[in-house]
């Protein structure tokens, strides 16, 4: 019924939606206008260090790399202080024919007089080898790899290539005196060119690199230009910056990411335009004006068949829901709508399920509770055992045994009481092995002491709880199907204890055993001959059966009885229980 002032579901989803909807637009946009310039100018910045350092990590392996053939060299070269020979050759060849980035290897003497090249070349009267810069490096700092501007080689003839210097002053031992020498290693800077040229800054962005030390400029991709004096960088802000700076030339913004690369004392400069990738302020005003009145839109229209969808299933499962308060089960909800509303339904569906199915579970355990506890009632007098237990008081009558029609007389008179128990389901396992133990004295007195008996009990499981009469059908199935068809005394033990927090019984005895056929059969309703699982000497297969269930019921499923034999070696039956402790004497209901 429609109280004073509730809205419809449809009309609340309408207008909540598209209001929530109106806001956040509204909010977004002016926060990505205000916001998008500077997180532009972030993302470039990021990009950019990147990038540049990238280039600056290549640079430093490449490097490295060939600072560690530098000393491979070395070592090739100036072994044991000498450079000359065949090995020495051989391994130089090695070498260069491995790197086709080495120009050349030459041995220098301290008065710059070659001492070893490869490949073997004549150096040019006018190279003036003292007045290179990577001879006074290497004059002026011993055991140090320096490494030079880019130049044309001018110490042999031609091909001029450009290349950098990599030499280093040693101090060998050469004919048992000591020797100062300068190694020089030609690489060629074309691998330096490539690493540096590839990389993409925009359309007009670019990378160039300059030495920490004197400010000169290794590499610039209009190099040429640089020389001419035709363009220009601002060498001194970017030797002292760090990180990243922007500055302007003509106007123009340009973002510069500044890397050092290590052991080197070169400095990576990355260089790009802001103005190409940023929008205009115009341009992102007109986009946003369409997104917003676009996403408006949009927004009503969904929320107009969103809240269309939602409410017919609704207001399907609201008159399902009154038809189950009413006591009605039997609906079921279709699957229809959002997905949200099918899982609901399924669900409902499901919820539905497992309440019929829990009542007839209900149902059927009372029915079978009821069935199990008449079985146990009737199992409390089996009046074939008390016919043969009768008849065998007569016959030791006719015989004057009186002790013996005494004892079997006590026996039956306490059996019977603890079977009644005072109408309780439950007793301890003290009572039920007592039990065990006067049916057992009269049935040995009925078989005339053909087997003999044992009952052994932990002290702390005697004071647990255990279903009444659980012992009886399995001791008569020892007898029945172990005891009686065996031609020597037989044995039976049973004992209780505690293990793993469980309580454990168990029926043993000696006699025949069982077939693995014979030990299903127990646990089913019917024998493999379709007749009914018992023997013709009171039942003992429905008996154990019994035994079985009713722990089950009662307990739970991880409870009951299990058996284990092998022929002409016996038979142990195997009862396990929860050990719940018996407090005050009184009945245990669980």
């Given at each position: 019924?429609n109280?004073?002032?509730?809205?419809s579901?449809?009309?609340?989803?309408?207008?909540?939606?598209?209001?929530?909807?109106?806001?956040?637009?509204?909010i977004?946009a002016?926060?990505v206008?205000?916001?998008?310039?500077?997180?532009?100018?972030?993302?470039i910045?990021?990009?950019?260090?990147?990038?540049?350092?990238?280039?600056?990590?290549?640079?430093?392996?490449?490097l490295?790399?060939?600072?560690?053939?530098?000393?491979?060299?070395e070592?090739?070269?100036?072994?044991?202080?000498?450079?000359?020979?065949d090995?020495?050759?051989?391994q130089?060849?090695?070498?260069?024919s491995?790197?086709?980035?080495?120009?050349?290897?030459?041995?220098?003497?301290?008065?710059?007089e070659?001492l070893?090249?490869h490949?073997?070349?004549?150096?040019?009267?006018?190279?003036?080898?003292?007045?290179?810069?990577?001879?006074?490096?290497?004059?002026?700092?011993?055991?140090?790899?320096?490494?030079?501007?880019?130049h044309?080689?001018?110490?042999?003839?031609?091909?001029?290539k450009?290349?950098?210097?990599?030499s280093?002053?040693?101090t060998?031992?050469?004919?048992?005196?000591?020797?100062?020498?300068?190694?020089?290693?030609?690489?060629?800077?074309?691998?330096?060119?490539?690493?540096?040229?590839?990389?993409?800054?925009?359309?007009?962005?670019?990378?160039?690199i300059?030495?920490?030390?004197?400010?000169?400029?290794?590499?610039?991709?209009?190099?040429q230009?640089?020389?001419?004096?035709?363009?220009s960088?601002?060498?001194?802000q970017?030797?002292?910056?760090?990180?990243?700076?922007?500055?302007?030339?003509?106007?123009?913004?340009?973002?510069?990411?500044?890397?050092?690369?290590?052991n080197?004392?070169?400095?990576?400069?990355?260089?790009?335009?802001l103005?190409?990738?940023?929008?205009?302020r115009?341009?992102?005003?007109?986009?946003?004006?369409?997104?917003?009145?676009?996403?408006l839109?949009?927004?009503?229209?969904?929320?107009?068949?969103?809240?269309?969808?939602?409410?017919?299933?609704i207001?399907?499962?609201?008159a399902?829901?009154?038809?189950?308060?009413?006591?009605?089960?039997d609906?079921?909800?279709?699957?229809k709508?959002?997905?949200?509303?099918?899982?609901?339904?399924?669900?409902?569906?499901?919820?539905?399920?497992?309440?019929?199915?829990l009542?007839?579970?209900?149902?059927?355990?009372?029915?079978?509770?009821?069935?199990?506890?008449?079985?146990?009632?009737?199992a409390q007098?089996?009046?074939?055992f008390?016919?043969?237990?009768?008849?065998s008081?007569v016959?030791?009558?006719?015989m004057?045994?009186?002790?013996?029609i005494?004892?079997?007389?006590t026996?039956?008179?306490?059996?019977?009481?603890i079977?009644l128990?005072?109408?309780?389901?439950?007793?301890?396992?003290?009572?039920?092995?007592?039990?065990?133990?006067?049916?057992?004295?009269?049935?040995?007195?009925?078989?005339?002491?053909?087997?003999?008996?044992?009952?052994?009990?932990?002290?702390?499981?005697?004071?647990?709880?255990?279903?009444?009469?659980?012992?009886?059908?399995?001791?008569?199935?020892?007898?029945?199907?172990?005891?009686?068809?065996l031609?020597?005394?037989g044995?039976?033990?049973v004992?209780?204890?505690i293990?793993?927090?469980?309580?454990?019984?168990?029926?043993?005895?000696?006699?025949?055993?069982?077939?693995?056929?014979?030990?299903?059969?127990?646990?089913?309703?019917?024998?493999?001959d379709?007749?009914?699982?018992?023997?013709?000497?009171g039942?003992?297969g429905?008996?154990?059966?019994?035994?079985?269930?009713r722990?089950?019921?009662?307990?739970?499923e991880?409870?009951?009885?299990?058996?284990?034999?092998?022929?002409?070696?016996?038979?142990?039956?195997?009862?396990?229980?929860?050990f719940?402790?018996?407090?005050g004497?009184?009945?245990?209901?669980?």
């Open positions: 019924m109280r004073l002032g509730a809205r579901i449809k009309s609340i989803i309408l207008w909540s939606f598209s209001t929530f909807i109106l806001i956040i637009v509204v977004v002016v926060l206008y205000n916001k998008f310039l500077r997180i532009a100018e972030e993302n910045t990021l990009s950019t260090e990147q990038i540049v350092d990238s280039v600056s990590y290549n640079l430093a392996d490449y490295d790399g060939m600072a560690q053939l530098y000393r491979a060299i070592e090739h070269m100036l072994v044991e202080g000498e450079w000359d020979g090995q020495v050759t051989k130089l060849d090695i070498v260069t491995s790197r086709d980035d080495i120009v050349s290897i030459a041995l220098f003497n301290e008065r710059g070659v070893r090249n490949p073997t070349m004549p150096i040019r009267e006018s190279a003036r080898v003292t007045e290179q810069s990577w001879f006074h490096s290497a004059l002026r700092v011993s055991n140090h790899l320096g490494f030079s501007l880019p044309v080689q001018n110490l042999y003839g031609s091909p001029y450009w290349v950098v210097s990599m280093k002053g040693i060998v031992q050469h004919n048992g005196e000591p020797m100062y020498v300068i190694l020089l290693v030609d690489i060629n800077f074309k691998k330096i060119d490539e690493l540096s040229s590839r990389v993409s800054l925009g359309k007009r962005g670019y990378v160039y300059i030495d920490e030390g004197a400010g000169n400029i290794v590499y610039h991709p209009q190099q230009l640089i020389y001419m004096g035709l363009r960088e601002n060498v001194e970017a030797l002292v910056g760090r990180g990243s700076y922007i500055d302007s030339v003509s106007g123009v913004k340009r973002l510069h990411t500044v890397k050092s690369v290590d080197i004392g070169w400095k990576v400069v990355g260089v790009s335009y103005d190409e990738i940023m929008t205009t115009e341009e992102v005003y007109r986009y946003m004006i369409q997104v917003v009145g676009g996403v839109i949009l927004a009503f229209l969904v929320s107009i068949v969103l809240a269309s969808m939602l409410t017919r299933p207001r399907r499962m609201e399902t829901m009154k038809v189950v308060e009413r006591g009605n089960f609906v079921e909800l279709p699957l709508g959002p997905l949200e509303v099918i899982q609901l339904s399924s669900r409902f569906n499901l919820m539905i399920d497992k309440i019929r199915g009542m007839s579970q209900i149902i059927m355990e009372q029915e079978s509770k009821r069935k199990y506890e008449l079985e146990a009632l009737q007098i089996n009046p074939h008390l016919y043969n237990t009768l008849n008081v016959r030791l009558v006719g004057g045994k009186k002790e013996e005494i004892t079997m007389i026996s039956l008179s306490k059996l019977f009481r079977s128990s005072k109408g309780r389901r439950t007793i301890t396992v003290r009572e039920e092995l007592e039990h065990a133990r006067h049916y057992l004295t009269i049935q040995q007195m009925r078989f005339k002491k053909k087997f003999q008996f044992s009952i052994e009990a932990e002290e702390e499981a005697l004071s647990g709880c255990t279903l009444k009469l659980v012992l009886q059908p399995l001791i008569e199935n020892a007898i029945i199907h172990g005891i009686e068809y031609v020597d005394e044995m039976i033990q004992s209780a204890r293990e793993g927090g469980f309580l454990l019984m168990e029926v043993a005895d000696n006699g025949v055993g069982m077939t693995e056929e014979q030990l299903q059969a127990l646990f089913k309703e019917t024998s493999p379709g007749e009914a699982a018992q023997t013709g000497n039942g003992s429905v008996a154990v059966l019994n035994v079985h269930a722990i089950r019921l009662y307990y739970g991880n409870y009951g009885l299990s058996y284990e034999s092998e022929r002409e070696e016996g038979t142990t039956a195997r009862i396990r229980l929860p719940i402790r018996r407090e004497g009184g009945d245990h209901e669980g």
